[in-house]
């Protein structure tokens, strides 16, 4: 080897060691396809304008910092995701992967509760490439809230879920006790209404919708047993 390529080596190895690899985060490794994969779920087909959103694991053991474990769950292990979908026919539209504080800390409107940003981040990315309104949402007591359904409102989104009566914003009359097979309602100006109900045990609906009323239905006694 001569002088000159002996310069050139030393250089290229100060050069290496000079240089200083990008920060990694969790999901880094694969946040490029699953980005692509989310945005071709909306390419050939429009979901609504019945939706819902939800949780759910995709299944897999590989060792990655944000591999989910849920031992109460039929897919115990694997990645997290929160999931926009078509309310008749379940096609996921829209998806975001939990990577823990990392998706917290990108998500928009940071004033608001977790729970309402993802929602508001999965209806944004399918607002984007179907515009329109007069979508209907169905959530769990997990998202419903009376702050996500003054936020979505807005965009003329309509909302039904149950809900739990120590969200945030929700009328203390909500909390008060009912006796069995009793029904209250509490509505909040033109925004939405609560409804709460007893049977075996208290629970609550909250919707934005007009077109509410109660069904009586008869259980099975397969049913019956189960709640036993």
């Not at 926009?84 to 939990?98: H, K, N, R, V």
Request: net charge positive.
């Amino acid at each position: 080897m001569g002088e000159g390529d002996r310069r050139r080596v030393e250089g290229d190895r100060r050069r290496l060691k000079s240089g200083r690899r990008q920060p990694s985060t969790r999901g880094s490794e694969i946040g490029d396809v699953l980005q692509y994969i989310d945005a071709k779920c909306r390419e050939h087909f429009r979901a609504g304008p019945k939706i819902c959103i939800d949780e759910s694991t995709v299944g897999f053991k590989d060792s990655v910092s944000f591999r989910s474990y849920y031992p109460q769950k039929s897919t115990k292990s694997g990645m997290h995701i929160y999931a926009l979908a078509d309310y008749q026919t379940g096609y996921i539209s829209a998806f975001e992967p939990c990577y823990g504080s990392t998706t917290t800390d990108s998500l928009s409107c940071p004033e608001l509760p977790f729970t309402c940003q993802i929602v508001l981040q999965l209806l944004q990315k399918v607002q984007q490439d179907t515009p329109g309104s007069g979508y209907y949402l169905r959530t769990d007591r997990f998202y419903t809230s009376p702050m996500l359904a003054e936020e979505i409102i807005r965009q003329k989104i309509l909302l039904t879920g149950p809900v739990m009566p120590n969200r945030k914003q929700m009328s203390q009359q909500v909390k008060k006790k009912l006796n069995k097979s009793e029904v209250a309602v509490y509505r909040k100006g033109d925004s939405y209404m609560v409804l709460p109900w007893r049977d075996k045990r208290q629970v609550a609906m909250l919707t934005s919708a007009d077109n509410v009323s109660m069904k009586e239905v008869t259980k099975t006694q397969q049913e019956e047993s189960d709640d036993e």
